[in-house]
């Protein structure tokens, strides 16, 4: 697995302001994931990170990033809608990777059903705040400079995972590839 990661391209850090940080956040591997809001695949994707961070949630730092999503209701793309909430109710929080995860999770689940969601996690803006727009807008122009072109999309330790790796198949790995692998010279930032 190393191996084969090491030949793959390395991705510049994500220096945000803020972060989605799944997991622990001091976790000397990082897994950085961009998934899309209304993708089936990105669902099931989460579905199994969701089961191995309840299994092994401190063995590992998530960062997620959110592919652009176009769909638009009551002024408010999904990502815009999800992130407006997450920055109003949980970003700097103690708990923020734990709540983080849970709504994602409520988002997979209630994905067919918008409305549902934004009834249950109200936000108290008509549009998205500047500080929404800015978190938005950093993690569309950290997946642009580093090619990111589909969604899920993953990184590992900040090298790119090729697109036939999936996390079906990653997450039954992770505990032998986390007890094997160096840790990275250089931190991550958080």
């Not at 191996?3 to 000397?28: C, I, W, Y």
Request: glycine share 4%; proline share 7%.
């Amino acid at each position: 697995f190393y191996t084969l990661l090491s030949r793959e391209p390395v991705a510049s850090p994500q220096n945000f302001e803020k972060h989605m940080v799944l997991g622990n956040p001091d976790a000397a591997h990082t897994l950085s994931l961009t998934l899309n809001l209304g993708c089936d695949p990105c669902r099931k994707t989460f579905d199994t990170l969701y089961n191995f961070l309840q299994e092994q949630g401190e063995s590992l730092r998530v960062n997620l990033t959110l592919a652009p999503n176009g769909q638009i209701l009551d002024g408010f793309t999904d990502n815009e809608y999800f992130t407006q909430y997450w920055v109003d109710q949980i970003a700097g929080k103690v708990d923020a990777p734990t709540k983080t995860l849970e709504l994602m999770k409520n988002w997979y689940a209630n994905m067919e059903s918008k409305e549902t969601f934004r009834k249950q996690y109200k936000v108290e803006w008509d549009t998205p705040t500047e500080e929404a727009n800015k978190v938005v807008e950093q993690q569309g122009t950290w997946m642009l400079s580093n090619g990111v072109e589909r969604s899920p999309t993953m990184f590992f330790n900040l090298r790119n995972m090729p697109p036939h790796y999936r996390m079906e198949m990653l997450a039954p790995a992770l505990p032998y590839i986390l007890a094997e692998l160096p840790v990275p010279q250089q931190q991550q930032i958080a």
